[in-house]
Every structure is written in structure tokens, then in C-alpha cells.
């Protein structure tokens, strides 16, 4: 079965320090992998994605992620955290199912990074 | 958020009503979906749309109904049917094709509570 997991409910950082938002998938072929930012009460907004090609892939308000695909993960990250990036993260990797093009996703179940002063 | 809106933004429903969420996007995208999201839970797919006048039930599509009549609209009507209907209600929208690789887009969101 197709699944997405974030191991971590909750991830607490200090702000200046490296984050690192867990994400690992299961899903039959190359995976097509996403994260999204929500903030209380609003919609998601997209971070980046990898589709294909170098393993880091880099994306909005100063984020990255690492595919790495012989252990299955997705992590992302930020050199520097900010107060600011405290919010809900998603990670989502495409429903492979009729190879995709149905264009559906699956998503894990979200982390809480809450980066303090 | 830009290019996709959700109204209402809050809505409340007594037990046994139906109610309809809105959802319209102006940036020519093909495909539309309706998610739920509860706390803890992530994200569930109850519809999607990949062209107009066709849709697809998802994992939860019990006690829900859509439309898709035009390209820019794709309604959600949450029955007396569905039991547990309190929840954030999520649309988005993509271009279609490409293998999977287009990025969804999501709106604000309605927050729908059951009296």
C-alpha cells in the first residue's frame, strides 16, 4: 500500500538552529514527493517538490529537501530556523496508482515545528 | 491561496441539513479536489475532478456530492449522510497530465461545524 509517514508530531527547534521535518513514503515505482506549509487556519501553501533529477531540491522561504531513495526519504530542512517558520508541515508523495496521472496525492499526517526565541 | 477561493470561510450546520461549499479557481486548471482535514489526521481525499462534467469518488466519499458543470467551479454538498461532517474542508486545483508531476494548489479552506 501507498502511505506517506512523519515520525514526529511535533518538532521543537531554536531559532538560528538547523531543522530537520522527517518524512518517509512508500509507493510503487519513482516517487513524485511534496511539501506544504499551513498556517492556523489557512490553506496550504506548496514548499517544493522532486520529481526527478539532483537529490536536493530547493524551494520557498529558504527550505530544502534531500531525496534520498535508497532509504525511502524525503526530509526537509532549513539551515537557519526563524520564529516565523512555525507552522503545520506536510509532506505528500503522488498516488502511483494509474501511473499517476490522476494526479491524486497522499499525505502524512503533519509535523508542528515550533521554533522559539 | 492566490487564484483559488473558498466561501464560506466559517460555516455552521444543524443535524440533518445539507450544506454546500464553494470553491473557484481563475487559473486554468483542469483538475479540481475536495479534501478533509481533522486534527491529527493529515489530509483525506473525498472527490477529485480531472475535466469538466467528470468526477471521481476518493477515500472518503461517503455522505458527500460534487458538481462539475464548469471548469473554474467544483462544488461540495456535505449530505445528512455523512455522520462526522465537522472538519476543515480543503479545495485544490492543478493542470492535468504530465505523469503526476503537477503541483496542487490549495484555497483557504472552510471550517464546518455541526450544531
Known amino acids: 500500500a501507498q502511505s506517506v509517514a512523519q515520525p514526529e508530531d511535533q518538532v521543537n527547534v531554536a531559532e538560528g538552529n538547523p531543522l530537520t521535518v522527517k518524512c518517509t513514503y512508500s509507493v510503487s515505482g519513482n516517487p513524485y514527493l511534496f511539501w506544504y506549509v499551513q498556517y492556523p487556519n489557512r490553506g496550504l501553501q506548496f514548499l517544493l517538490k522532486y520529481i526527478t533529477g539532483d537529490n536536493l531540491v530547493k524551494g520557498s522561504y529558504g527550505f530544502e529537501a534531500e531525496f534520498n531513495k535508497s532509504q525511502t526519504s524525503f526530509h526537509l530542512k532549513k539551515p537557519s530556523a526563524l520564529v516565523s517558520d512555525s507552522a503545520l508541515y506536510f509532506c505528500a508523495v503522488r498516488d502511483m496508482r494509474y501511473g499517476g496521472s490522476q494526479g491524486n496525492l497522499i499525505f502524512g499526517k503533519g509535523t508542528k515545528l515550533s521554533v522559539k526565541p | ?115
Not at chain 2, 464553494?22 to 487559473?27: A, D, I, P, R
Not at chain 2, 489530509?43 to 458543470?69: C, H, M, P, T, W
Open chain 2, 1 to 115: 491561496d492566490g487564484g483559488i477561493t473558498q466561501s464560506p470561510k466559517y460555516l455552521f450546520r444543524k443535524e440533518g441539513q445539507n450544506v454546500t461549499l464553494s470553491c473557484e479557481q481563475n487559473l486554468n486548471h483542469d483538475a479540481m479536489y475536495w479534501y478533509r482535514q481533522d486534527p491529527g489526521q493529515g489530509l483525506r481525499l473525498i472527490y477529485y475532478s480531472q475535466i469538466v462534467n467528470d468526477f471521481q469518488k476518493g477515500d472518503i466519499a461517503e455522505g458527500y456530492s460534487v458538481s462539475r458543470e464548469k471548469k473554474e467551479s467544483f462544488p461540495l454538498t456535505v449530505t445528512s449522510a455523512q455522520k462526522n461532517p465537522t472538519a476543515f474542508y480543503l479545495c485544490a486545483s492543478s493542470y492535468r497530465g504530465q505523469g503526476g508531476t503537477d503541483t496542487q494548489y490549495f484555497g483557504p479552506g472552510t471550517r464546518l461545524t455541526v450544531l
